[in-house]
Structure formats: C-alpha cells, structure tokens
C-alpha cells in the first residue's frame, strides 16, 4: 500500500537521525499500595514516555508494546520473591481513526478515538497484584521495584528494525516502594 510506504520511508529517514532526535526522560509517578483480599495492590503511571517522533511511530498503525515487570524484593539481600511481567499495546487503525490498547494483565481491550485516552490507559499500571501474604514472611521488610521497556519493531517494507528504546534515550524508566512488611497485607 503506497501510504504504509511513505510513512515507512518518514519513519526510515528519521531514524537515520536517531542521535539529533531528543529522546524523553520517561519516569513513574510514586507507587502507592494498598492491601486487597490477601493480596499487595499497587498503582503507578508512566510519565513522560510519548515523543512526538514516537507519537508518528504509533500513527502508522505499528502496534507498539511498553513492557512493565513488576518485582517484590526483600531488603537487604534484594532477592527477588516474585516477579509479574506484562504489556500495554498500542495501536492506531487508520481507516477506523480508532486506537486500541491491549492490556495483558487482564486481558482488556479499550478502544477510543482520543490519542491522550489511549496514552493514559497504556500507561497507567492500577490495581495490579504485586504480591500475596502467602509469598512473604512476618519478620522481614520488602520492598516493589517496576521498571519498563519498549520493544523493537520492523519495518517490512525497509527491511529495517527501530529501537524505539532510543526515544527514552536508552534508558529503561524504573522506580522502587517504600519498604513494607506483611502486616500491611493482613490489616
């Protein structure tokens, strides 16, 4: 298809460019948990993740995963206990002026046709079940520890692959929790 080509080749020549393109600093906003049926629940977003070149990327129609893990680590030794890793895709369908987000976590789709809709439903993180009182014990304190990534895409008409990890300017955006203890799950 002649469009999929010229934005294809829009794409190609940017990336040509990649070190006079200004990545973002991507971040979380604070963690906030909260126990929930036996369970440590926790909230975050992802702020400052959308370039505007990453924003065209999304136009094409490419669907484009950001990767979120989520670990449960024990103070002192940083042993991870547990451990969830899922994605957010987005997509944009140019002949339905539609964007979908795909949710693994819960297997929820959204579709809108508001870009800032999309943008905060794929990176809010809410209610996701950190960990269970079952995986921690009494006398120690633990701590959450999120971090996030995007993956590469290839563009079949180029024969090219992006790093689209470029436009956080290579770095994986990650945060950790306050310290807790199970007696904050079992309240």
Sequence with gaps: M???????GIIAIGSLFYSAIPGVNAEFLPIEFFPKGGALVINTQLDNC???ELEEI??????????????????????????NSFYHEIRYYLLDKVYTVQTSENQKILETESFLRAQEYVTNLLAINAVTSDDIQFDKKYYVKIFAYLDKIFLPNLDKEIDLMFYWNKNKPEISSSFFNRSLITQ
């Excluded at 002649?2 to 294809?8: E, G, Q, R, V």
């Excluded at 669907?63 to 103070?75: A, M, N």
């Design 58 to 83: 999304i136009l094409t129609g490419h669907p484009i995963r950001f990767h979120y893990t989520v670990q449960v680590l024990e103070s002192g030794t940083d042993k991870v206990v547990v451990e």
């Design 2 to 8: 002649l469009s999929d080509k010229i934005i294809s």
């Design 50 to 52: 959308f370039s505007p």
